[in-house]
């Protein structure tokens, strides 16, 4: 009964989208609403109101900048969340991750990350670098540069990769998104425009015209760096046990 | 005529994946299921490449290194999981 | 490590990465160029930092050279005997009689036996399950596929240059994660910023 | 035109060897033994599709990057192959053989 009653209420569910979707304009057609007014100032604006060559980078990081700041604190406020539930490691301590079965991780594995390890991390810091002119960008980057700290981390345990990325690495690192973005933002209003208006002081944008270029760099960089440290707390968080193992003087 | 060729190809792989999603999904154990997502993603990723020519845009060979990368992460990732966890076996 | 030879291998290091960027970018741009070359160098450091070393000590020039010939009669193996297992697979009877053998290598380090391992997964009909100090548990899937084990340890020395007399042994000692990883947290830890 | 013809061609036989490794993955009766199949034959038709679309490409950017994906996915897919036999082999997942016919107790460690 339970059971017919769902599939009824899906299948009206569907029958509902489905007639939505059939009233919707065609796709890609030019006379579509959402072709019609935005989308040609952005393709044709992008470049020189931006200065960036991709254009979605342009719509990320410049018109719609206030929302990726936002999201950006979406970010930092899932690594707060994670900490307010599972604590913050404490200054000084040194964690574990016990592994009670005892299996050291294999030999061929640890040799091929060891390998792969700033491969990745270069492609990462491209993806970054590049995200003004070739798809990418801060988040993407970061991610990456999160997935090699997640196969450092499992591969060489917890104890070697909290040592080698320490809290007070980690600590400034994690709100540098924010910072980053802010600060851009206020270089703007310094720059006597608005707030994220990507605009050095009149002195400083005399110097050369595509140091412009470089403030949206600039924020990828912050967003790269932030993702990937946020990344790598929270994984932290996640795979440690309350066993403190050594305390550091 | 190239490009329909290499349509052709990319639609068989992924018609090849979909089989492949069934060791992914029965298994029996949880390595089978993660040699079978692995190999959906190899194959995903030489979709990707033959996408990139077709459309002939040369940033998705981006993508395509970014999902290998990602690939090797998870199964690595997801095998010494299962090799050290004192973990039970669910058959 | 000494001083000197740690600082050539992290340019090494470096100029490897920057030929990474160079494809990666695809571009001779100057601004590229710099910009590839400081993050190359960027990388290195703190990839130093992070595993404790630049370069594995068995990779060297003369290696990298002999690499591209490696590949290619690596990759005349894999479809040679590729062809092997299209038979087993495409024979209805499935005529397959897995075991699991060891194989001791003389291969000295980490990094020679982790190529050969790999070799052997590659090559088809054996799989490299476990790797416990100079012993390969191998999965053959037909008795015949581990004659061809020996074949490819040759290869491998040829590669590294190792002689099958004289295994230096004395390596073994300094890779402490090696046998450890998590599991040895309890048995002994290395100093600060030693290799992983 | 013959450029063409090779990629073609090598597309062609990377299909080939994909069909074979998934019958070999739905075929055999183990973990250990449907290793063979995916880390080969897949690697295999894999690296010879990229290598005919670099060979389709000719001379152009996209060749060392198709190098570099090829390299990559034969090192990551041995090394991943690896990984997955042994964790079954740790966690002493029977292993099927021939003798007779049914799963037995591993015994190979």
Redesign the interface.
């Known amino acids: 009964m339970k059971n017919l009653l769902a599939l009824l209420f899906i299948a009206a569910l569907a029958a509902l989208l489905l007639y939505v979707v059939a009233n919707m304009p065609p796709m890609g057609d030019p006379e579509n609403p959402t072709a019609t007014h935005v989308i040609p100032r952005y393709l044709e604006g992008a470049e020189e109101e931006t200065h960036t060559v991709n254009v979605i980078t342009g719509i990320i990081l410049n018109y719609r900048g206030y929302d990726t700041m936002g999201e950006v604190t979406v970010i930092f406020t899932a690594l707060a969340a994670a900490l307010a539930v599972l604590g913050r490691e404490r200054r000084g301590r040194i964690y ?4 009670r079965s ?7 594995v ?3 990350v ?2 792969l ?3 990745i ?3 990462s ?2 993806t970054i ?2 995200g003004e002119i070739s798809p990418g960008g801060g988040f993407q980057g970061g991610a990456i540069i999160g997935g090699s700290m997640i196969v ?1 981390t499992t ?6 990769s909290s ?3 320490p809290q007070k690495v980690r600590f400034p690192l994690e709100g540098a998104a924010v910072m980053v973005f802010f600060l851009v933002g206020v270089l703007g209003m310094v720059g006597g425009g608005d707030f994220l208006t990507y605009a050095w002081p009149k002195a400083a944008a005399a110097l050369h015209p595509a140091l412009v270029t470089w403030l949206t760099v600039l924020v990828e960089i912050g967003i790269g760096l932030g993702g990937a440290m946020v990344l790598t707390s929270i994984l932290f968080c996640m795979i440690r046990e309350e066993e403190e ?2 305390v550091v003087a | 005529m190239m490009d329909d060729f290499l349509t052709v190809i990319a639609l068989i792989i992924s018609l090849n994946a979909v089989i492949c999603l069934y060791r992914a999904a029965v298994g029996p154990t949880t390595q089978d299921r993660v040699l079978g997502v692995n190999i959906v993603g190899t194959k995903a990723l030489v979709v990707v490449v033959l996408v990139t020519f077709i459309q002939t845009e ?1 940033f998705f060979l ?1 993508v395509a290194l970014v999902y290998a990368l990602l690939l090797f992460v998870v199964t690595v990732a997801v095998s010494r999981y299962l090799e ?1 966890e004192g973990w039970k076996e669910v058959a | 490590m000494t001083g000197d030879s740690a600082v050539r291998k992290k340019i090494l ?1 470096t100029c490897i ?1 920057f030929l ?2 160079v ?5 001779l741009a100057l601004y590229d160029l710099v ?1 590839g070359a400081v ?2 160098a ?3 450091v ?2 130093v ?4 070393r630049a370069l ?1 000590p068995r990779i060297t020039p003369m290696v990298l050279l002999r690499l591209p010939v490696f ?1 290619v009669r690596l ?1 005349w193996e ?2 040679k ?2 062809y092997d ?2 038979k087993i ?2 024979n209805p009877r ?1 005529p ?5 053998v060891e194989y001791r290598t003389y291969l000295p380090d ?2 020679p ?2 190529v050969f ?3 052997i ?5 054996t ?6 100090g100079d012993m390969l ?1 191998v ?1 053959c ?1 037909c008795p015949y596929h581990q004659e061809g084990l020996a074949g490819l340890e040759r290869l491998v020395a040829w590669l590294f240059g190792v002689k099958k007399e004289g295994p230096a042994r004395g390596a073994q000692e300094t890779a402490f ?9 309890t048995a002994g ?1 290395p100093e ?1 910023g030693g290799e ?1 | 035109m013959a450029k063409d013809i090779v990629a073609g061609a090598l597309c062609c036989v990377g299909t080939f ?1 994909f069909l ?1 490794g998934t ?2 993955l739905l ?2 009766p183990d973990v ?2 449907r ?3 995916s ?3 897949d ?2 038709g894999a ?1 010879s599709i990229i290598i005919g679309m670099a060979v389709h490409s000719g001379w152009s ?2 060749l ?2 198709l190098v ?1 994906i090829a ?1 990559f996915l ?2 990551s ?3 991943c ?2 990984a997955i ?2 964790s ?2 740790r966690r002493d997942i029977p ?4 003798k007779t016919g049914e799963v037995e107790g ?4």
């Open positions: 574990a991750y016990v592994d005892g299996v050291p991780s294999s030999v061929i640890r040799t091929m060891r390998f390890v700033p491969l991390v270069l492609f810091v491209y670098l590049h450092f591969i060489f345990g917890l104890y070697e040592r080698r990325i193992i050594a | 040369s981006d050290a | 290091l990465l990474f960027w494809i990666f970018t695809a571009t910009l993050s190359s960027l990388v290195a703190l990839t930092a992070l595993l404790g594995d590949m990759i894999i479809v005997a590729n297992v299209a697979i495409l499935l397959i009689d897995p075991r699991i980490d990094l036996r982790t391992s790999d070799s997964t590659l090559t088809p009909g799989v490299t399950v476990e790797l416990t548990n999965h899937l994660a090696a046998e450890g990883g998590a599991g040895s947290l830890r600060r992983v | 060897f074979l019958t070999g075929r055999m250990f033994t290793l063979h199949p880390t080969k034959c690697t295999l690296c950017w996209e060392p990057k570099i390299c034969l090192l897919s041995a090394t192959g690896h036999g042994r079954a082999l292993y099927w053989r021939k591993g015994d190979g460690s």
